[in-house]
């Protein structure tokens, strides 16, 4: 538990304390007052206003596509089920700065739209409630979908023998069953788009801005420290609370259903009814998953020739960045692979100690630090890698010049995917299996290597996978820190998009597909390994 | 020299004892069964042996050696868990060789004594099937296979044939008996079910809350219970407080005929239903018949006494044909025979202690 509490408190609590601090601490005194000032400014009271009011438009509308789609997961078997299940969620794991310049290329100026119809929505608040729909999908379909597979049908037919009708049964037995994943996934997404970047960054023009964006703003282009830190104080404690309601609906959601194998519930769809609901979910899932991720291959193919590799090719030398890059774009994924690789091991040995750690001990203490876990997904990626910028350039911890510093922050937000995906498997590792080893004959160790290891492993496998695919896509943060020669493909593409002209737009459509393309990659072999639905994400 | 000596083995969680000074012996070759009602510590006898569980008190010796800081995998005995608990990410094979894996055993040599093994418990060639795909029976089989095959000194079964159903632990009871009288392995065995402790051991124990109540051969148990605890443990319901004087005993039933030797004094008393007689009306005590109950080849009939009010039911054990209507009047008379004046002195009525088995 020593290792991952060190971790969190030198990577995480220190440099975020050190912006905030350096933010509203003057002439060696805390100025409190700039709180205040701060909050009443009407601009700011804006960015406030808006950040929650997408943020809850976007859950409800999120709610509102997904659920129908966790229903038709859980319930329907259909040929094409699995794979269908891993494309849905290869938006989650999509670099946020990928899902912009998709919806860039489908909404945006010169898109699939505004070619066809003349209709442009990058600046409109639509597009991001949509962005932000694609992006989480498949954290309703999964939350709730996979709970609502191993609700036992039973229970509803019960209630049914009883004298409730069909709507009476699902309204009084499986949906008071179904809340808390419902509550789980709704706070999760909220959560999610409460602290939106990359997506609000690229499509909101200057019109629109969340709390995250605001304090980019602040911190990088008009330097206001004391601002940005009031704002990641708001922030903080926006997740904060937001965490603190979703770790007591994950506690409801372990006690005492009756699960069953998903496999017994599923059955191929009756009725005309059914079939339509089907394919209203399939017609969904094309129209906003499929579409604009196939929009952004087919505009990183096109060019003023026809279709072609030349944004591809151009991706390979300098000269025709026309001075955006130091070293030619392509070199990017490979900085971005090498980044993610060590980030994924630093990830996975500082959370499987931490998942270790809370399946051993029990308490408030403990609880705490599995909350203090989860932070990371929340707070200010943009605080973090300019606390990172601040704070680890003086000795003993001069990291400033060291490329150790990007895989580090990345590895920050791999951390709590680790966590959640490893906890529930090392909690269901029998202690009695154990015992069995021991009886026949297996010390301690051998028994852990016999008995815990093989379960674990898959389940650790899983975590490598998120904590890769995250490491990947982390932008707020690694646009701070990663050096100008060395940048990774997300701040490749944000650089590319951030200059006129139609070369930059199309090498970053291709950069975005091939980042796009790497990250599915390692998710669909994810879903190869993983097959039971027990982690939390 | 006994292979399992325990002495003065004591176990507490928290407040709470699930073991109170309990000592037990067991011979090599013998079988053993434990038998008790659930919560009476049974399972954390068997822990404590196989070193699952530290005594708080008191010396656990194998084969004359202290265990005292012998960690679990050196003990050298075998335990066959409640629910198997079969490795899931194992096959058969993998299961069943776990322990020879552990000794360091050739792989042909694991590959034999696997084989030996599966063939002994009636599974032959099943060493490629996933555990999850096995039924119950077969679980069991399996897990039997896994704790035989390193031949511990000591084999432990906790509750081996609890989660199968009637016709198949009664058939595997009879194959187990005979499977360990064959190989001559000492096993130890918990369960809380009469028939199984009966048909599987040469010695049986009871325990009651931490103590060993009884220890004897399945007859002797069964004909001379040491106490009203162990009689309706054993579903004998007619046990009355009663003062002993000679050859008659005076109950609540009126006065009772005891056989000849018996204790004396202010005793409990088992009657057994067989020694239960129906006569004729006016003769014996007047009864009228509250339920009956066919048992397969006999009709238990439940006798409520006319009396005294408050007195206990009795129950008695009829043939098909003979068997009273419900409702009928009966006379009642005892047999001498089948009255077993039970020993230690009365404590309490022998209402409280069917309160603590219903517990």
Redesign the interface.
Same mark, same amino acid.
């Given at each position: 538990m020593a290792l991952p509490v060190a971790f969190f408190a030198v990577f995480f609590a220190y440099p975020v304390a050190a912006i905030v601090g350096r933010g509203l601490k003057t002439d060696g005194g805390w100025q409190f007052g700039r709180i205040g000032d701060v909050l009443t400014r009407p601009d700011i009271l804006g960015v406030l206003r808006f950040t929650t009011w997408q943020a809850l438009a976007s859950t409800a509308l999120t709610l509102l596509i997904a659920l129908p789609g966790a229903y038709v997961f859980a319930r329907f078997d259909f040929p094409g089920k699995q794979l269908l299940r891993a494309v849905v969620t290869v938006p989650f794991v999509l670099p946020t700065v990928v899902v912009g310049t998709a919806f860039l290329a489908l909404l945006g100026r010169g898109g699939l739209l505004d070619d066809l119809w003349g209709v442009r929505l990058d600046t409109s608040v639509w597009a991001i409630l949509l962005a932000h729909v694609f992006f989480n999908y498949a954290v309703v379909v999964r939350t709730v979908g996979g709970l609502w597979s191993q609700l036992d049908p039973r229970q509803e037919e019960a209630a049914r023998v009883l004298g409730a009708g069909r709507l009476a049964a699902w309204w009084r037995v499986t949906l008071p069953a179904l809340g808390p994943a419902v509550a789980a996934a709704a706070l999760m997404v909220f959560l999610f788009t409460f602290t939106s970047f990359g997506v609000v960054q690229i499509l909101g023009g200057p019109g629109f801005s969340t709390l995250e964006v605001e304090i980019y703003r602040q911190t990088a282009q008009l330097l206001d420290l004391p601002t940005a830190a009031v704002l990641t104080l708001v922030q903080f404690a926006a997740v904060g609370a937001i965490l603190a309601v979703h770790a007591w609906t994950v506690r409801k959601r372990e006690t005492a259903l009756r699960l069953v194998d998903p496999a017994l519930t599923a059955r191929r769809p009756r009725g005309a009814g059914q079939w339509a609901l089907l394919g209203g979910v399939l017609g969904t899932v094309l129209l906003l998953i499929l579409v604009p991720l196939g929009v952004l291959v087919e505009r990183s193919l096109g060019g003023p020739g026809g279709y072609g590799f030349g944004f591809y090719r151009a991706l390979g030398s300098v000269e025709s960045s026309g001075g955006t890059f130091l070293v030619p774009p392509l070199e990017a994924v490979w900085n971005s692979l090498r980044y993610a690789l060590v980030a994924t091991v630093i990830a996975l040995v500082v959370g499987g100690l931490a998942a270790a750690a809370l399946t051993r001990r029990a308490g408030r203490l403990v609880r705490g630090f599995d909350a203090l876990l989860m932070l990371p997904l929340g707070v200010s990626a943009v605080t973090v890698g300019f606390g990172f910028l601040i704070t680890l350039d003086e000795p003993p911890l001069d990291l400033r010049a060291s490329w150790i510093l990007v895989p580090l922050a990345q590895a920050l937000v791999g951390v709590p995917f680790v966590v959640r995906t490893m906890l529930p498997v090392l909690r269901a590792v029998?202690g009695? %299996?154990r015992?069995?080893?021991? +009886? %026949?004959?297996?010390?301690?160790l051998? =028994?852990w290597r016999? +008995?815990d290891l093989?379960?674990v492993r898959r389940a650790s496998l899983v975590a490598a996978g998120f904590a890769f695919a995250v490491s990947l896509g982390e932008f707020g943060a690694t646009v701070f820190i990663a050096r100008p020669d060395r940048p990774t493909l997300p701040v490749a593409v944000a650089r590319l998009l951030g200059r006129p002209g139609e070369l930059n737009y199309g090498q970053a459509m291709a950069l975005s597909t091939v980042l796009m393309v790497v990250c599915a990659v390692s998710l669909l072999a994810l879903e190869r390994i993983r097959t039971d639905r027990s982690g939390e994400f | 020299m006994a292979l399992l000596t325990l002495s003065d083995v004591t176990v507490r969680f928290g407040a709470r004892t699930a073991l109170d000074a309990v000592d037990l012996e067991i011979a090599e070759h013998e079988i053993v069964c434990v038998l008790g009602p659930s919560g009476s510590g049974k399972s954390t006898l068997l822990r404590v042996v196989? #070193? %699952?569980q530290e005594p708080a008190g008191g010396r656990v010796a194998l084969d004359g050696a202290d265990q005292s800081g012998v960690?679990?995998?050196?003990r050298? +005995?075998? %335990?066959m /868990?409640q629910d198997h $608990?079969l /490795?899931? $990410?194992r096959d058969v094979h993998g299961n069943v060789a /776990? #322990?020879l894996r552990?000794?360091g055993a050739a792989r042909d040599e694991q590959a034999r004594r696997v084989e030996e093994l599966l063939d002994l418990v009636g599974l032959p060639g099943a060493g490629r099937r996933a555990v999850a795909e096995l039924s119950g029976g077969e679980q069991q089989r399996v897990a039997l296979a896994? =704790?035989l095959v390193?031949s511990p000194r000591l084999l432990m079964l906790d509750e081996p044939l609890g989660q199968l159903d009637r016709s198949l632990r009664e058939r595997l009871v009879v194959e187990l008996r005979g499977l360990f009288g064959r190989l001559g392995t000492t096993v130890l065995a918990v369960t809380h079910d009469q028939g199984e402790a009966f048909a599987l051991a040469d010695r049986v124990v009871v325990m009651r809350d931490g103590r060993i109540a009884q220890t004897g051969t399945p007859l002797e148990v069964w004909q001379r219970p040491a106490s009203a605890f162990v009689a309706r443990f054993l579903g004998f319901d007619n046990v009355v407080d009663a003062t002993v004087s000679g050859a008659l005993a005076d109950t609540v039933w009126g006065k009772i005929p005891v056989p000849d030797g018996s204790a004396q004094g202010e005793r409990t008393v088992l009657v057994r239903p067989a020694g239960v007689r129906l006569v004729a009306l006016g003769e014996g005590l007047r009864c009228t018949v509250g339920a009956r109950t066919f048992t397969g080849s006999r009709v238990a009939v439940l006798l409520r006494p006319d009396g005294p009010a408050g007195a206990p039911g009795i129950e008695a054990e009829c043939g098909l044909r003979e068997a009273p209507e419900v409702g009928a009047e009966v006379g009642v008379a005892f047999v001498a025979e089948e009255v077993v004046v039970l020993p230690g002195e009365r404590r309490g009525a022998a209402q409280g202690v069917q309160a603590a088995v219903m517990a």
């Open positions: 029998d009695r %299996l015992e069995a080893a021991a +009886v %026949l004959g297996a010390s301690p051998r =028994a016999e +008995v093989p379960l | 196989a #070193g %699952l960690p679990v995998h050196r050298g +005995v075998g %335990l /868990f $608990q /490795f899931p $990410q /776990f #322990g552990m000794r896994r =704790a390193p």
